[in-house]
């Protein structure tokens, strides 16, 4: 076992702690994919490590059953994974697995309920307004929302949750929910990932109405709203309202026509090579003869 092995898993580390600390001088719809395509990444690099050594682990136990697995699953060399290693890897990827199980399923749950209350208004005064995908999904409205909101208001509101539902959000938000579950010292990347994609609606509605300190405003007054108490309103108060409302009151933002592409698709492509380059490297080194020298254990 060498070193090649965590490659991806400390780069995508390092690349998700620097990302969940230094703002990014982009479009939020840049900024969003970016950081999405980040979190993904490193859910993947985190538990494919540990499948990885998991397997390799298990083929020291059991040397015969070793045959039957690909050789590219395998470690270059013939080195055995010590217990100090391969028992947590067992462990954590278990835990992730399990982690990524459950998040699924209550995201599954919750969806289905929201998308039965879209048939109908919301029963309480506090303003409410949630995207809700899917195929039978749409704008989730409470009363409150109606009866305290202009029809000006109103509009601006459901411009933001279109915007939601356009660019399919909540795939974003889920890409950024994973990472923050399977690894909690990401957290910050998570939480930076859903003020771009709340600024990206926010700018969206902002060009539909023509009006960016009314579309402001109009968030100012949802968040003030709300109750300080968690529950159905909590992801209002939770979503970086200082930060969107002195956004929208100051100039719009660059598209970065060139410069947000560009550092989309060289993230992607950097970060979906990682462990095919890890394991080439890891057999290179072992037909050299470079492993013994390079080895963890």
């Known amino acids: ?21 230094v703002p990014l001088r982009l479009h939020p719809c840049w900024s969003a994919r970016l950081l999405a395509t980040t979190c993904a990444m490193t859910v993947v690099a985190a538990l494919g490590t540990g499948v990885f050594v998991s397997i390799n682990y298990a083929a020291t136990l059991a040397p015969a059953a070793a045959a039957r697995v690909p050789e ?23 835990a992730g697995l399990l982690v990524i199980g459950r998040t699924a399923v209550g ?5 289905r309920i929201a998308q039965e209350q879209t048939r109908e208004l ?39 949750e279109a915007s939601h539902l356009r660019h399919r959000h909540h795939r974003y938000t ?13 957290r ?11 600024r990206w609606a926010d700018e969206e509605a902002a060009e539909a109405v ?15 709203a709300q109750p300080l108490s968690t529950g159905p309103a909590a992801p209002f108060a939770e979503s970086g309202v ?27 492509f950097v970060t979906s090579s990682l462990t095919g380059a890890t394991l080439q490297l890891d057999h290179a080194a072992a037909a050299a003869g470079l492993l013994p020298l390079l080895a963890l254990g």
């Open 107 to 111: 995201w599954m749950a919750e969806l």
């Open 188 to 198: 910050p990347l998570h939480e930076r990932l859903r003020l771009s994609v709340e």
């Open 1 to 21: 076992m060498s070193w090649f092995t965590v490659v991806p898993l400390v780069i995508m580390l390092t690349l998700g702690t620097v990302l969940g600390r």
């Open 122 to 160: 919301l029963e309480t005064d506090i303003p409410i307004a949630v995207a809700v995908p899917g195929r039978h999904g749409g704008v989730l409205l409470s009363q409150g929302m109606l009866r305290g909101f202009t029809a000006e208001e109103l509009h601006v509101v459901f411009q933001h």
């Open 174 to 186: 889920a890409c950024g929910a994973l990472v923050a579950a399977v690894l909690p010292p990401l």
């Open 210 to 224: 023509g009006d960016r300190a009314f579309v402001a405003r109009t968030i100012a007054k949802a968040a003030l």
């Open 72 to 94: 590219w699953a395998l470690f270059g060399d013939d080195r055995p994974v010590p217990d100090v290693v391969g028992v947590p890897a067992v462990l954590l990827t278990a």
């Open 242 to 268: 200082v930060q969107r409302v002195q956004a929208l009151l100051g100039m719009p933002p660059d598209r970065n026509a060139v410069t947000g592409p560009l550092l989309f698709m060289g993230n992607g």
